[in-house]
């Protein structure tokens, strides 16, 4: 009995390998560095909490103050007549940043389907870190503090940085096809958690001369990113000649079932061919997709729901990590920045073995649900860590790989197959959309979260924000449990009938 097209399992990694050419390697390092520059700057903020906190409230009220300043200076920065009211205004500008980046992903998804990708990248990049440079060095140098101010910068830098993921997902949905997609995507998406890291790394070296040196360099960093970007970064194979993803699958018959959209249906004929999201028929060329019609598709609504609950949790040790050790265990402030770097570690083995595992199954949602189940087992152990750094930074580890791979696999490998489904071949200039429409919804998620994070920690204490993480993350599960149940009967289905091929 021969075995359906959609049963033959070949390697995930042969027609990616067999493709490959110096050209893709460029464009996942460029893709990949420059998204990890833009959280390098938003890390840099949740790393200097402590330190701004100090800043702008009375040096006597505040313990991490190493001195006692003249009237005069101190008044000049006075924000807050507490501590506790300064960290809540920077919960605050948290969730300000993510709802403006929130709104802004929905509208640069569909900008970036419209024009050039590497320019609205590299206007994302070079604009955002002057923002970050006015907001953090610039405030600082001129001693001037309003409120008002920093809440208008944040505002634009949300919206500024919303440019990066829609655009870097869809420059890699032109070069990489379905061929190992789970592997390569999850690799790839390690860029944020590169981020994170790096920006840990820049703001702890120059945290000891103020924390307006550590918002100067990471934003000079990403400057000179988004100019490389401006200049280097190919958007697509046919800008070198190459054909685009799909254009020579004829010849080889392993690559029709490698290319095919994970989220298609299931009874596709074997002969249909994958297609490139920037597609080159230059006869025809097609529309790229609205907005509502990208909601429509199927998967799209509930993953973007489901990662609203994800991203909550996952930004949420993003933001307040390095705060919690510091302010929970009374660790110095660069040292929790440096141990906080193991829950990224995590992060990016969890999301290339869990993409690697999807691809060998080509299911994505059995896979995240397994991850979802052991990471609430890791939240509970990780809020009952001992005051002792070598096991924090195990359990944050391993946190870190059941929380943020799915996370990454949601953002990155899942957006992709959404948006590269049969239902868009007419009008294939849809990735771009549906991964903002995705990340947008997550990012709404994490704005409301970061809120509320900040109101739990100060009315009932941290092991009620782990409480309310553990809540997010059964949700999580349960959003995405018709999408389970589906899948796991396919897998079912799909081995009784490989049985009676043998």
């Not at 833009?38 to 505040?62: D, M, Y």
């Not at 969730?95 to 994302?124: C, E, M, Q």
């Not at 299931?266 to 080159?280: F, K, P």
Request: aromatic share 14%.
């Amino acid at each position: 009995m021969a075995v359906p097209g959609s049963l033959r399992r070949q390697p995930a990694n042969r027609g990616l390998v067999s493709h490959c050419t110096h050209h893709h390697i460029v464009v996942f390092l460029l893709t990949f560095f420059s998204y990890s520059l833009l959280h390098a700057s938003r890390k840099t903020f949740s790393n200097v909490k402590v330190s701004i906190s100090s800043q702008w409230t009375p040096s006597p009220l505040n313990s991490t103050a190493s001195e006692l300043r003249p009237y005069e200076l101190w008044n000049s920065s006075h924000l807050f007549p507490n501590a506790e009211e300064a960290t809540l205004f920077l919960g605050t500008l948290d969730t300000i940043f993510l709802f403006s980046y929130a709104v802004g992903l929905f509208v640069s998804g569909i900008v970036g389907d419209r024009l050039n990708l590497r320019w609205v990248l590299s206007f994302g990049m070079c604009s955002s870190a002057l923002v970050v440079f006015s907001f953090g060095t610039l405030t600082e140098w001129l001693h001037f503090y309003n409120k008002w101010f920093y809440c208008c910068l944040w505002v634009v830098n949300g919206l500024l940085q919303s440019t990066g993921w829609p655009c870097v997902v869809a420059v890699m949905g032109n070069w990489f096809g379905k061929a190992g997609r789970g592997f390569v995507f999850g690799l790839w998406s390690a860029c944020a958690s590169v981020g994170n890291i790096l920006g840990a790394f820049l703001a702890s070296c120059v945290l000891k001369y103020g924390y307006e040196y550590a918002f100067l360099v990471t934003a000079s960093v990403q400057f000179a990113g988004g100019v490389i970007v401006f200049f280097g970064l190919l958007t697509s194979p046919k800008e070198v000649g190459l054909p685009e993803l799909g254009a020579d699958e004829d010849e080889v018959s392993v690559e029709e079932d490698a290319n095919r959209p994970l989220m298609g249906s299931d009874d596709v004929d074997d002969d249909d061919r994958n297609y490139s999201i920037q597609a080159t028929d230059t006869d025809n060329q097609p529309k790229a997709i609205g907005f509502f019609q990208a909601c429509c598709l199927p998967g799209v609504v509930l993953y973007s729901l489901a990662y609203a609950c994800l991203k909550l949790v996952n930004y949420s040790f993003f933001f307040w990590l390095p705060f919690y050790l510091s302010n929970n265990f009374g660790w110095k402030e660069a040292e929790a920045d440096q141990l906080s770097i193991w829950y990224d570690v995590g992060g990016i083995i969890g999301g290339t073995v869990q993409g690697l595992i999807s691809d060998v199954l080509q299911k994505r949602a059995p896979v995240l649900a397994v991850s979802l189940l052991f990471a609430v087992g890791s939240l509970f152990g990780y809020s009952r860590s001992p005051n002792s750094k070598p096991i924090n930074a195990v359990i944050m580890a391993i946190t870190g790989f059941f929380i943020g791979g799915p996370s990454n696999m949601i953002s990155s490998a899942i957006s992709a197959d959404l948006g590269r489904q049969d239902l868009v071949r007419g009008s294939s200039e849809a990735l771009a959309t549906v991964t903002g429409i995705v990340d947008g919804t997550g990012s709404i998620g994490a704005a409301v979260g970061q809120y509320l994070v900040s109101l739990i920690q100060e009315n009932l204490g941290w092991m009620w924000v782990f409480y309310f993480f553990i809540l997010m993350t059964s949700s999580t599960i349960l959003f995405i449990s018709p999408l389970i149940v589906r899948e796991v009967r396919l897998l079912l289905h799909e081995r009784r009938l490989r049985m009676l091929a043998e």
